[in-house]
């Protein structure tokens, strides 16, 4: 089991903190002994004393610096996202700006403050290859494919750390989309229903929430 001492008493800034993924890992920097600081655009109230959130929204560049040289953070989880797989027109503005603008600003100041590691969870919904004739599935997809091409373009030319994961479907407690596969089935079973599947052509990698946690905290050392 890696050990993750190296942690305690880093300081650790994450977004998406109030999501399903973050909110596990918020609780598990802290049993770790990090100083965990997290961002919110909505105000979040004091759960725990070794969390200590900000309202802000990083997908400003002057509130992200300034949020920056407050903390000054040792590692950088960027997990806030729009989550939608809609392929509606009306997606792309709020994709651009929760997904790809945030990052691009997180970067942007991340590089010129400094951090000793920038983690960035890409996603399956990504296109796997950069060839001319691969189209992104959807606005969203389209934005973590842009996110991820700008971490590693900010890795090549200006040498910031970055670790990018590429994270499937994730499962586990608290998952608030209970129409996922896992958390719908159970549901329905419980209910004493018959869940209704889809053609099942599409193969997926199901991953449980603390395992993705685990790869998280291993990201930053």
Known sequence: ?????????????????????????????????????????????????????????????????????????????????????????????????SNLMTTVNLLTVAQAVGCERFVLPGSLEEPSSGGTDV????????????????????????QLPIVILRVYMVYGPAQ???KKLIPYVIRSVLNGDVPTFSSGQRPIDWIYVDDVVEALLASAL
């Open 176 to 178: 608030g989309d209970v």
């Open 1 to 97: 089991m890696t050990d993750f001492n190296a942690l305690a008493g880093k300081r650790v800034f994450v977004t998406g903190g109030t999501g399903f993924i973050g909110s596990h890992l918020l609780d598990r920097l802290s049993e770790v002994g990090a100083r965990v600081y997290a961002v919110s655009r909505d105000h979040q109230p004091d759960r725990s004393p070794a969390i200590r959130w900000y309202q802000a929204d990083v997908a400003e560049l002057p509130t992200t610096r300034t949020l920056f040289e407050a903390i000054k953070p040792h590692v950088v989880y960027h997990l806030a996202s729009h989550v939608v797989g809609t392929r509606s027109v009306d997606a792309i503005v709020p994709t651009f700006q």
């Open 135 to 158: 189209v992104p599935s959807s606005p969203y997809a389209a934005t973590k494919w842009a996110s991820s091409a700008y971490a590693r373009m900010f890795h090549a030319l200006y």
